[in-house]
């Protein structure tokens, strides 16, 4: 998973929402698109913070304030 850009890993993520919010597959499949929904949800939210952390560091380098408050 951690091979998939953010852009990637959305764009997969909103498929399988819309699978399962059109109702038409299985329970068992359901869970199994669900649990790879949550990798793909965490893969974003860190690939989410790992960008924060780079654009905070450079405002303090280039010393700038933090306007995220």
Known sequence: ???KSFEQALVELEQL???LENG???L???VKKYNEGMKLSAHCHE?????EEVIVKLMK???LEDFTE
């Open 28 to 30: 068992n499949e359901a």
């Open 17 to 19: 929402v819309k699978e």
């Open 1 to 3: 998973m951690s091979e």
């Open 61 to 63: 380098d280039d010393k």
């Open 24 to 26: 038409d597959i299985e």
């Open 47 to 51: 690939l989410l913070q790992e960008a």
